[in-house]
């Protein structure tokens, strides 16, 4: 029974964590027709740690890809062009709203409607990650 306990314990500390650094407000993807692949979501993330978080990877059960993605003017010519991590510094804010930076969700793999309550997950560099909620929005 000792060695169960032991090998219990040892499971637990060995997991890695699953704080959740960042506080998420005003997080909305912006509703589209059925027939447009990509949809834009935004929201407002604060790190209320005192070390800085970097999120590595975005997924989502209700969408194929999810990427972090700039929009940026280069030569008067407005694009759109990927960022791999998104670094917030300790105590430190970062908006991701129209015209800026932003979730690029690609391929929803079911119909979404206004209201629904989608499910995206922030994998962070120290193997932790965090599930936030984003609603479907006009």
């Known amino acids: 029974m000792n060695r169960f306990i032991a090998f219990i314990t040892f499971l637990i500390i060995s997991m890695p964590s699953v704080a959740q650094p960042l506080h998420v407000s005003d997080a909305w993807i912006k509703n589209l027709p059925p027939a447009i692949p990509m949809r834009a979501g935004y929201m407002q993330l604060m790190n209320h740690d005192a070390n800085a978080a970097t999120i590595v990877s975005i997924s989502s059960d209700a969408f194929e890809k999810v990427e972090i ?11 759109m062009h990927p960022i791999n991590t998104l670094v917030l510094e300790a105590n430190g804010m970062v908006s991701l709203k129209p015209g800026g930076m932003h979730l690029m969700l690609m391929k929803p793999t079911r119909e979404l409607k206004i209201g629904d309550e989608i499910e995206i997950v922030l994998q962070f560099d120290n193997d932790s990650s965090q599930v936030i909620i984003m609603t479907v929005k006009k």
Do not use: E, L, R
């Not at 993605?69 to 694009?79: A, K, P, R």
């Open 69 to 79: 993605h700039q929009t940026m003017n280069i030569d008067g010519v407005m694009s």
